[in-house]
C-alpha cells in the first residue's frame, strides 16, 4: 500500500503470488466510488453492518488500499496477542522475552543446582572439623534484622558463610544453639542456611509452608515475614550468618528459583526449603552448627497456622515474588505492572483467569493456542483505563463496564459487576478509588459513581 | 437537517421509537430535547433510507448507539456539559490512537489536535461552528468514528505531504531522464492481464480484499483477521488456497487465449522480472480519488464563502 512497502518477509510466510497479480489488484480506477462513510467504515470493523451493506464495503475496499488503510489504522489499540507480529514492543512481558528469560532461568537453575551440590558437600566437610562463631539469634531478632531491609548478593552470601563456617574453632563455644534434631527435618535448616543469606528468610522459612510451588513460598515469606505471626517463645531459629543481611529478590530472580529442581516431600515445615536441595544433607545437617527451629513450630498444628496466616492462597505469594508490591500502570489499554520500580513492565493477562505472562508461559501457552475465536475477540476488544492498588490488592477497570479485582498482587483476577437493585454500572470506567481493601469508589464515563464499604462484595449507586 | 426529506413512513417510524430512543439516549441534560433528537433520528434515517430497504429503517433506528449519538449531536452544538462528558471519555483514547496511528509523539499530537480542531469547529460557516461531530450518526462506536477520522486524517495529511515532497524530489530523482513508458505492455501482457482481471473478477469482495490487504498492503495475517473480523487462521488458510489456486486459474485463462502451456508460463515468469520496477511505480501511484471527508469540510467552507 502507499504507505508501506512490501516486506521481505512476508512471502516467506505464505506462498507467493505472480506479480501480475498484484500488479492488476492495483488496477487503475480502484477507488472510482466515493470512500464509504466514517461510521460506515466504523461498523463494518466492528461486525455491525447489514450484509447487504458489508458486501458493498467489502468490495470497496477490495478496491481501494487507503480504505483498508484506513481500516487498519483505525482497528483498536488492543493487540497484545494477534497484532504483535508487527509490533516490536520491547517490554518483558513479550513472549520472546519470555523465552529467552526462561532459557536463562534454566541456565541459572542448572548453574545454581551444581553450586549447592558442590557447597553442600565441601560444606558437609568443613563443617565436620569447624564451628561457627556465634550465630545463634532468636528467630525474632532475625525478623526484625530482616525488616531492616540491608542488601547482599546472595552468593555473596554464601561464599561468606562457607568461609566464616570454615573458619570457626571446632566445637564453638556453645555459639551454635543445636538441637537434637529428629532424622526427617535434621536438614532441613541446614538448606536453608545454605541457599538463603537473608535472615529474614531463614527465620520465616523454617515454619513455612510445604507446597509444590516452593519458588513461589520462598519469596512469598520474605514479603511476609514482617507480618508473619511470630514464633512461640520457646522456638529457637537458625542463624548461620553472623554479618548475613536481608536481601530482598529481584523480580528476575523468580526465574531462577522457579527452576531450581523440586526434591521429594519431606516432613517438616522446615524441610519446605530443603525440598528445594537436591540432596537434603542429613548428617551435614547435624554438623553445621546451624540451630534451628524446632518442636512447636514444627508440630503440625503450628506448620498448618503458619500455612494459613502467612501464605493464605498460591496467589498471594506472587506479591511477594519480586520481594515488593508491584506498581501498575495501563498502556494503550493493557493492564501492566512492574515489580522493579518500574525499570521493566510486563503485561497481566486478567481474563484468561490471572496471571502474567510469566504465569500463562508456565501454565498456559498450548491453552492459548487454543483459545477460541470468542476469547479472542474479547481480549482484543477489551481496553483498560483505569488501575487502583493498594497494596496487593488491585482494582481494575476499563471499557465496557469492565472491572476486575485482584487480591494478590495481580495473580487472579475476578470480575466485578456493581450492582444494586437491579441497576448495573454503564459506561467505561474511568476512575477508580480504593483508599483501603475494603472502601472504594468506581466512577464511570456516563457520570455513575459506584461505592463499596466491602472489598466489592455489595454496592451502591450514588 | 434533512427531516423535510423524510417519508411519511419514516416519520410514522421516529415517531414511535422517539420516546423510548430518546429516553434511552439520556441526552436531555446535555441539551437534546426530545424534539431535537428527533430530527436528529429523521437525518440519519432519511440518510439510511436512501440506500437501503424502507422496512430495514425500524431496525436500524433501533440499532444506533442512540447515547453517543446525543452526546456527540450535543457537542456540535456546542453544549458545555457534553464537551465535558466528551473529553472525559475520549480526550484519552484520542490521544492513544493517534499515537498508534502516527507512531510518534508530536505527530500524534499535532494528529490529535488537528482533530479536535475539526471536532470544535473552528471553521464557521453563517457565524456558526461547523464541527465534524455533527456527522457521526450513531451507527459505530463514537470511539471506533474517531479512530475511523483520525486515520483518515492521517492518510489525507500523508497524501499532502507526499505529493509536495514528490514535486520537490522529482528532479533530484532524474524523473526527466526516465525512459519513455512506453516499452511496456507486449501484446502478451495484455493478455496476462486480461487473464489475471478474468481470474480475480471471479474471485469474492472477501478474497480480493485478503489478496490485496496480504500482498499489496503488507499487512499481517493478524491484522487482515481484525479489519474482517474473522479468526486469524481462517486468513491464512484462505490466502494459502487463494496463492496456490491462482497461479493454475491464470495459466488456465491464458491457455483459453491461445497461449500454449509453455507460453503461459513463460509469460508469467517474464512478467514476473519485468513488473518489479513497474510495480513500485504502481504502489507509489495516487489513487484517483479524493481525499477522504475532508472534500465535505471544504465544500463547506467554500459554501459558507460563497
Known amino acids: 500500500m502507499v504507505y508501506r512497502t512490501i516486506k521481505e518477509g512476508v512471502e516467506s510466510e505464505m506462498p507467493k503470488v505472480p506479480k501480475i497479480v498484484r500488479e492488476r489488484l492495483q488496477a487503475p480506477g480502484a477507488a472510482a466510488d466515493s470512500h464509504p462513510d466514517p461510521d460506515v467504515l466504523t461498523s463494518f470493523a466492528e461486525q455491525s453492518l447489514a450484509t447487504r451493506e458489508r458486501a458493498a464495503v467489502l468490495e470497496h475496499l477490495s478496491r481501494c488500499g487507503e480504505c483498508r488503510e484506513v481500516l487498519a489504522l483505525a482497528l483498536p489499540a488492543t493487540e497484545p496477542v494477534q497484532a504483535g507480529a508487527h509490533r516490536a514492543t520491547g517490554s518483558w512481558g513479550s513472549w520472546p522475552a519470555i523465552r529467552w528469560a526462561f532459557a536463562s532461568a534454566g541456565l541459572v537453575a542448572i548453574a545454581l543446582f551444581g553450586f549447592v551440590q558442590y557447597g553442600h558437600h565441601s560444606e558437609a566437610v568443613r563443617m565436620a572439623k569447624n564451628a561457627p562463631p556465634a550465630a545463634t539469634v532468636q528467630a525474632g531478632k532475625e525478623n526484625e534484622r530482616g525488616a531492616e531491609g540491608r542488601s547482599e548478593d546472595q552468593f555473596k552470601a554464601k561464599t561468606d558463610q562457607s568461609s566464616q563456617i570454615a573458619a570457626a574453632a571446632p566445637g564453638g563455644s556453645g555459639m551454635l544453639d543445636m538441637d537434637r534434631r529428629e532424622p526427617g527435618s535434621a536438614p532441613a535448616h541446614a538448606e536453608v542456611a545454605k541457599n538463603y543469606s537473608s535472615p529474614a528468610v531463614r527465620g520465616t522459612l523454617a515454619h513455612g509452608p510445604r507446597q509444590t510451588g516452593q519458588w513461589q513460598q520462598q519469596n512469598s515469606n520474605v514479603l511476609q515475614a514482617p507480618n508473619a505471626p511470630r514464633p512461640s517463645p520457646e522456638t529457637k531459629q537458625i542463624v548461620s550468618l553472623p554479618d548475613s543481611n536481608t536481601r530482598v529478590p529481584a523480580a528476575r530472580e523468580m526465574v531462577q528459583v522457579q527452576s531450581v529442581p523440586e526434591a521429594g516431600p519431606t516432613s517438616s515445615a522446615g524441610a519446605v526449603i530443603a525440598g528445594n536441595a537436591p540432596q537434603p544433607l542429613r548428617e551435614a545437617g547435624s554438623d553445621t552448627g546451624v540451630s534451628r527451629a524446632k518442636t512447636a513450630s514444627e508440630t503440625p498444628s503450628a506448620l498448618s497456622k503458619t500455612e494459613q496466616t502467612s501464605m493464605p492462597m498460591q496467589g498471594r505469594s506472587y506479591q511477594a515474588l519480586a520481594g515488593t508490591v508491584p506498581i501498575w500502570t495501563i498502556t494503550s489499554g493493557r493492564l501492566q505492572r512492574s515489580f522493579d520500580r518500574g525499570s521493566s513492565w510486563q503485561d497481566v493477562d486478567v481474563f484468561s483467569g490471572g496471571g502474567t505472562s510469566l504465569e500463562l508461559a508456565v501454565a498456559s501457552r498450548k491453552s492459548r493456542k487454543d483459545s477460541s475465536k470468542a476469547e479472542n475477540k474479547e481480549a482484543i476488544v477489551r481496553v483498560f483505563r483505569t488501575v487502583a492498588a493498594n497494596g496487593v490488592d488491585v482494582w481494575a477497570g476499563g471499557e465496557g463496564a469492565m472491572l476486575y479485582h485482584s487480591q494478590d498482587a495481580g495473580a487472579h483476577w475476578t470480575q466485578v459487576i456493581p450492582s444494586a437493585d437491579t441497576v448495573t454500572l454503564t459506561g467505561d470506567v474511568v476512575r477508580l478509588e480504593f483508599p483501603d481493601a475494603q472502601r472504594g469508589k468506581v466512577s464511570t464515563s456516563t457520570g455513575e459513581v459506584w461505592t463499596t464499604t466491602d472489598s466489592g462484595q455489595t454496592w451502591r449507586k450514588q | ?306
Not at chain 2, 441539551?31 to 440518510?47: H, N
Open chain 2, 1 to 306: 437537517m434533512s427531516s423535510d426529506k423524510a417519508t411519511p413512513a419514516l416519520q410514522s417510524v421516529v415517531n414511535d421509537l422517539l420516546a423510548e430512543l430518546h429516553a434511552k439516549a439520556a441526552c436531555d441534560k446535555i441539551g437534546i430535547t426530545r424534539e431535537t433528537f428527533g430530527e436528529i433520528l429523521l437525518e440519519v434515517g432519511s440518510k439510511y433510507a436512501a440506500s437501503a430497504p424502507p422496512d430495514g429503517v425500524r431496525s436500524f433506528l433501533l440499532s444506533l448507539r442512540v447515547e453517543e449519538l446525543g452526546l456527540a449531536r450535543a457537542c456540535a452544538a456546542g453544549n458545555n456539559a457534553a464537551w465535558e462528558i466528551f473529553l472525559t471519555r475520549f480526550r484519552e483514547k484520542l490521544y492513544l490512537s493517534a499515537l498508534r496511528i502516527a507512531r510518534e509523539d508530536s505527530a500524534a499530537r499535532d494528529l490529535a489536535d488537528t482533530l479536535y480542531a475539526d471536532l470544535y469547529g473552528t471553521n464557521a460557516r453563517e457565524g456558526q461552528r461547523v464541527s465534524k461531530l455533527a456527522s457521526y450518526t450513531g451507527r459505530g462506536s463514537l470511539e471506533g468514528w474517531l479512530r475511523t477520522v483520525l486515520a483518515q486524517e492521517y492518510v489525507n495529511r500523508y497524501r499532502r505531504t507526499k505529493r509536495l515532497v514528490s514535486l520537490d524530489e522529482e528532479s533530484e530523482d532524474g524523473v526527466q531522464f526516465r525512459a519513455p513508458e512506453s516499452e511496456a505492455g507486449p501484446p502478451a501482457d495484455s493478455r496476462l492481464a486480461q487473464a489475471t482481471d478474468e481470474v480475480l473478477a471471479a474471485l469474492s469482495a472477501e478474497d480480493r480484499t485478503v489478496l490485496s490487504g496480504y500482498y499489496l498492503d503488507g499487512r499481517t495475517l493478524a491484522e487482515i483477521a481484525r479489519m474482517l473480523g474473522v479468526h486469524e487462521s481462517t486468513i491464512s488458510r484462505k490466502l494459502d488456497k487463494l496463492a496456490k489456486s491462482l497461479r493454475k486459474q491464470i495459466l488456465t485463462a491464458l491457455t483459453r487465449r491461445g497461449m500454449s502451456r509453455r507460453q503461459a508460463e513463460e509469460a508469467l515468469e517474464v512478467d514476473v522480472r519485468d513488473l518489479q520496477v513497474d510495480i513500485r511505480r504502481s504502489l507509489a501511484q495516487e489513487p484517483p480519488a479524493s481525499a477522504f471527508s475532508e472534500k465535505r469540510v471544504e465544500a463547506r467552507i467554500r459554501e459558507g464563502e460563497g
